[in-house]
């Protein structure tokens, strides 16, 4: 199908001025040195069910939000390790809104088997009072029409007798 000229020179007009109005967004949208990075914890693992060939975990996480606006999270990409012991990894991809200048915690359902790794974790834990290293990576997905990465590395220990009941 030809269109007349005055047709073609006007739809050619619209879509550069839909061109140019998208990119001026891309001058206007907060830069790296204006966003502050979200701080990720894990804030605590709860085993819900233990079988031989599969453990039910949830992992508890908390995003705190230190800018004046809301931030709009998409997803988590995650690995938690306990010493060299991978416990779970995985990626939680439920939209979640951290208001600002607050925080926000959501439960994560994982699986897992830890069959292979049994007997280093019957180690870590021969001796209750003493502190395990645990180690959290991943990535946060922020952002609702402009996607920022924030990479999440954190680590610390926990002493496994504060958990266990006597």
Known sequence: MIFPASITRTLALLLLLLAGHG???CASAPSDTLFKNPD???VNVEL???RLLEQEFRLRFRIDNPDDVDLSVRSLKYTVFLEKVKLASGKYSTWLTVPAHS???FDVPVNTNLWRQMK???KLLRKPD???TYRLQGELTVGLMFRHHVNVKRSGTIVPGA???E
């Open 23 to 25: 990119l001026s967004g």
């Open 40 to 42: 990720v914890q894990l």
């Open 48 to 50: 819900v069910r233990g």
């Open 103 to 105: 925080y926000r915690e």
């Open 120 to 122: 280093d974790i019957a």
């Open 130 to 132: 003493n502190p395990i």
């Open 163 to 165: 958990f266990i009941p």
